[in-house]
């Protein structure tokens, strides 16, 4: 090359170098760039071409120390003006970086770089310089490549992520409180569900676990608002999913609180129940258990025994095991039946007979001899149960039970003996009172005649029409009870502890109703007419407390009445008797006896 074409490039430089020395302390790269362009394009490209050759000359120089050394060798003669600062004591530039959170990754890439083994690598690190010279264009490219390239690692994204949380905590700090208050009460309601679940029963599903602190405090709203409780229960029952079968459960016994002070509710409570155990084997046996017990018990009470006994046949399987008070109640189902054979069956499946079971079956057998050809042969069977109660421990009930079995087989002497045996150890008071529960301290007489301690009531012809009418139209069902010995023994009911029957009260005998109702009977026991046939009889037998007295309002034909030992003979008119004391009632005439019977508390208690 001539010194013609190297002075033109030292010109060139320098005119960049003086563009660099303007722009002291450049605020980026970019700014740089900005303030370098040239002001025409025909200057852009002479300068491009020029900055070309530098670079050409420099390749061909392995190690060249500055541009200025290069243009001393190749012309010695010419005087050669102060040139820009030798390349090895220049720190590549770096763009400056508007934010400490922008610079953050940068600083950190650098530092865990290694140092370069040449000069040549020196562009790579990223340092900032108090004050830096203009880069050159290749050096600027380069630049922009390496920052489009730098991509931090894990380490690094983590620390810039602490920082920017770092600074929202500076910049918003009532954002944060408010946050922190936040995360407290979330913890605070995550704390009490986690502690209701802990409460909730094993076979609770996840929503009945969420929600079991709403769930417990609806049952325990059964004692004082039934009817709320099962609104509540009804809701759950419709919101849950999936339908929890302890809604089911409560809504029922909801049903079963309504039903002691409304008859109506009965037939919804034993439906609500046969719903609970018709889930089978999806109902965990905590609530089978007691579902089959109490619709088993209502189902009695209204007179399906029947059906009680289907009931425990169907579902007591999904419970797995033999579960032995089910077995027990469906042997005293049977034998409320009367079908012993059945009892004795279902017995059959326990491997220990307890008390419960063997009283039962001597009830069966007692009952099954009113029945037989031979009845001897069924009371001596319940003979043999009960004489082993007996050895095993004294109890009222057994007692009784042996009694009425010498008394049917027509030994009354050692009936006398078993009860006195009982009033000997202070069981009973004498051996014709024998309730099973006995109230100590009231006033006892077999037959009560004081008119103050009555009500008054008074019936009238049309009255005592209606009540007859019961037979006309064949309204009648049988007794409960074995206490029928021989005939016919039926009645009609009126109203059962307080709960009118609404069919007998406003169709059948509405002016009857209304006259017990007006003189306060009715409330407990129960009222209804009783239809004993010509020659028929009963059994001698007890009521189960002394906390009642009988009225017996004697509307057709004759009754005589044996109580203790006092015997009456009604042929009209009232009679007033404690049911406590042992009694039979004999029809030896030839017409129908008809009979308004209902209770009353004994004088010497008061109604809560």
Partial sequence: ???????????????????????QEPESVEVAEQKQEPESAEENVEQQQELKSVEEVAEQNQEPESVEEKVEDTNDSEPVEEGPAPKEEKTKPKQEPESTEELQPVEEKAESEEEPDSEEEKPEQLQEPERVEEESEPEREETEQVQKEYVPDDNQRESEKTFEDSQELVKEPEVVEENYKQTKVEEGEEAQNNADKSTSPP????????????????????????????????EFKRTSRPR???????????YLKLSETDESSIRNAIQAFRTVVNFGDKLPSE??????????????????????VSMLEKYMPSLGEVNNELVELLVETHVRNGDVDKALEAADQLTHKSKRVKVALSKAYKSQSAHESNPALYLSKALEILQELIAESLDIEVLSLVGDCFSRLGKKEEALEVYQKAVDVGMIPSVYQRPLKLLPGLKAMPVWTGEDVIPALELSDEDVESIYSVVNKGLFGEMNG???????WGYYEITNNGNWKSEG????????????????????????????????????????????LTLIYQTEGSTR?????????????????DESFEKEFINDEGAVSVMLVTHIPHPELTLS
């Fill in 561 to 577: 009445i044996r109580i203790a030992n006092t015997d009456i003979t009604l042929t009209g008119g009232r009679a007033v008797i």
């Fill in 505 to 548: 009260c406003t169709s059948v005998v509405p002016s009857v109703c209304e006259k017990l109702k007006n003189a306060g009977i009715g409330l407990v026991g129960k009222t209804y007419v009783s239809l004993f046939y010509p020659n028929s009889n009963t059994w001698p037998h007890t009521s189960e407390d002394n906390s009642l």
């Fill in 482 to 488: 074995d206490y029928q010995r021989e005939g016919l």
């Fill in 203 to 234: 076979y609770a599903s996840e929503w009945e676990k969420e929600n079991w602190n709403l769930l417990n405090e609806t049952f325990n709203l059964l004692e004082t608002d039934a009817s709320k409780a099962r609104e509540m229960f009804d």
């Fill in 244 to 254: 929890s079968m302890i809604a089911y459960y409560g809504e029922a016994m909801a």
């Fill in 1 to 23: 090359e001539s010194a013609e074409e190297n002075v033109e490039q030292q010109q060139e430089l320098k005119s960049v170098e003086e563009v660099a020395e303007q722009n």
């Fill in 287 to 308: 609530l089978m258990k007691p579902s089959l017990q109490k619709v088993v018990g209502l189902l009695v009470g209204t007179g399906r025994a029947r059906m009680a």
